[in-house]
């Protein structure tokens, strides 16, 4: 602001002393150059200031026009970014659920799909809550599975929602044997997300890489489910059975869809693979 006053000043100055020095020498050919010796130099500085301002206000207003540009590319691009993450989000979910779709298909019980809304914070618990309960017909004890093997079980029922006791709580047991040699044991959880097949004889044939389904001897889960592979043998020198470490399929941090088994059977479940 200041500039511009000082520049309509210069302005104002020039023409007053063009004004002063044509009154004063009017026919004198001398005071022509005298004129323009003196006033020449107000007429440089006003000139080079007036040049000076106009290309300020021009990059002024060129700035201000890409700042509202970038602000509008900033603001598509965020909107971009959203209906991406969204539409990755829906694939997603969609293939979670075809897949969930695919392996109701292969059960011989009846099931209810159901969306995990939360997780027990304690470390001392490995339990999640679903958003379906006695109303939707389920019930304490009933098994709760996922394409990729075994979650755990119902442990306690509300009107519309349900706590999961999850296959990794050292509460948790699941009848299971390994797929090759028949070996039976109990399924107990583990520490750092690891389970434990418990009571498996020394004698019994276990290596790891094993592939670990359920029994349905403890008529829970259904015969056949997959719950993990063998990741760990140790066979001590004494004691009748051996140290049997299994690495669950379900990978818990990631469990967002699960079915409930509803009318938990002996009947054999028909794995696709």
């Known amino acids: 602001m200041v500039m511009i006053v000082g520049v309509f000043v210069l302005i104002a100055v020039n023409i007053i002393a063009l004004s002063v020095f044509s009154r004063r020498y009017p026919s004198y050919y001398g005071s022509g150059r005298i004129a323009i010796s003196i006033i020449a130099p107000f007429q440089k500085v006003a000139t080079r200031s007036i040049r000076f301002v106009r290309d300020v206000w021009r990059h002024y207003f060129f700035l201000a026009t890409v700042a509202t540009e970038n602000d509008k590319l900033k603001k598509a691009q965020s909107q971009a970014i959203e209906k991406s993450n969204?539409?990755?989000e829906l694939k997603l979910s969609n293939f979670r659920l075809r897949s969930l779709l695919?392996?109701?298909?292969?059960?011989?019980?009846?099931?209810?799909a159901a969306?995990?809304?939360?997780k027990d914070p304690s470390p001392w618990f490995k339990?999640?809550?679903?958003?379906?309960?006695?109303?939707?017909?389920?019930?304490k004890g009933m098994a709760v599975v996922i394409p990729e093997g075994i979650a755990g079980q119902v442990m306690d029922v509300s009107s519309h929602y349900s706590k999961v006791l999850l296959i990794i709580d050292p509460n948790s047991a699941v009848d299971a044997?390994?797929?090759?040699?028949?070996?039976?044991?109990?399924?107990?959880g583990g520490s750092a997300g690891l389970c434990h097949i418990k009571y498996v004889l020394r004698k019994q044939d276990v290596s790891v890489g094993d592939r670990v389904i359920s029994s349905g001897l403890?008529?829970?889960f259904p015969k056949g489910?997959?719950?993990?592979?063998?990741?760990?043998?140790?066979?001590?020198?004494?004691?009748?059975?051996q140290?049997?470490?299994?690495?669950?399929?379900?990978?818990?941090?990631?469990?967002?869809?699960?079915?409930?088994?509803?009318?938990?059977?002996?009947?054999e479940f028909v794995s696709e693979q």
């Open 177 to 188: 044997m390994v797929q090759r040699t028949r070996a039976r044991g109990i399924i107990k």
């Open 102 to 112: 695919n392996f109701q298909k292969t059960m011989t019980n009846r099931v209810c």
């Open 127 to 139: 339990t999640i809550i679903i958003d379906k309960g006695k109303d939707d017909g389920v019930g």
């Open 115 to 118: 969306e995990v809304i939360g």
């Open 243 to 267: 140290e049997v470490t299994v690495t669950p399929y379900v990978d818990f941090e990631k469990l967002e869809e699960v079915l409930v088994v509803l009318n938990p059977t002996k009947h």
């Open 225 to 241: 489910l997959a719950v993990g592979h063998v990741s760990g043998v140790i066979r001590r020198n004494s004691g009748i059975f």
């Open 86 to 88: 969204h539409y990755n």
């Open 218 to 220: 403890d008529g829970v």
